[in-house]
């Protein structure tokens, strides 16, 4: 009887160990699997580097043909160089524009083809907006594209993988001009929202081809010198 009740013992052991290991197992697989199949996705920038006094001037393009060349104007004028983020459909109207933004030094990204809300697509589908506009780009100025600005600065997960995917770097911004709001901001709004508390060792600025705003770059770009900042390209600061 003894030699009995001892076997009984050791298996009624060896059963509860082993569904020990067995919850011990399940719960490491779920805790390990789901994070290395769940992987982070990229953080879109804000701001450049702050080591230095550099800021950079962002110009978001989906219109404005008759705005960009003296935009253009005024940053040779001002020898300043920016970023163009322009959309695909943009670039197959105004095929010279985007020449002569290239031809003049200025960086061109890619905005997309054709101003959707990034946050109502699907990866698949942001990717396609993506290399759509990359593509044509490429034929217009032939140069490689990195840097993506999702339209309405929308950056939820879909949009983020997509650019992630394609080997971008998704660029919003640190001070908004909010020169797309109607009725359009004054003047000394658009100034004032860009070159005072907001400005900073690698501040990103975002404005658009609006009439107001091309009044206004020029100011932007006088006080913010005076500041002590030198305008650089996006791809220079990050």
């Known amino acids: 009887m003894r030699v009995i009740f001892l076997r009984k013992r ?25 994070r ?15 080591d230095e006094p550099h800021v950079s001037l962002t110009i978001n393009v989906d219109w404005g043909e008759d705005i960009v060349p003296k935009m253009l104007e005024v940053l040779e004028a001002k020898n300043v160089q920016a970023t163009f983020f322009i959309t695909g459909r943009f670039a197959e109207k105004f095929p010279e524009i985007v020449r002569q933004i ?34 044509i780009l490429r034929k217009l100025i032939n140069k490689e594209i990195f840097l993506f600005a999702p339209p309405y600065g929308e950056r ?21 001009t909010i020169d797309w709001q109607e009725p359009p901001p004054s003047v000394d709004t658009l100034v004032k929202r860009v070159t005072e508390k907001k400005l ?30 030198e305008f650089k390209k996006v791809s220079e600061i990050i």
């Open 156 to 176: 939820g997960p879909n949009c983020l993988k997509a650019a992630e995917n394609l080997g971008y770097k998704t660029i919003l911004w640190t001070a908004d």
């Open 36 to 50: 290395e199949t769940t992987p982070t996705l990229v953080e879109p920038i804000y701001q450049g580097k702050t």
């Open 10 to 34: 050791y298996v009624f052991s060896g059963i509860i160990i082993f569904i020990i290991l067995l919850l011990s197992g399940i719960f490491l697989f779920n805790f390990w699997g789901t």
């Open 200 to 229: 900073t060792n690698g501040t990103i600025i975002l404005m658009h081809p609006k009439p107001h705003t091309l009044e206004a770059l020029p100011i932007i770009i006088d006080v913010i010198r005076a500041k002590g900042y």
């Open 102 to 135: 290239d031809a003049q030094g200025q960086e061109i990204g890619n905005h997309g083809y054709s101003h959707p809300h990034p946050d109502r697509l699907t990866v698949q589908q942001n990717m396609e907006e993506i290399k759509k506009t990359e593509e």
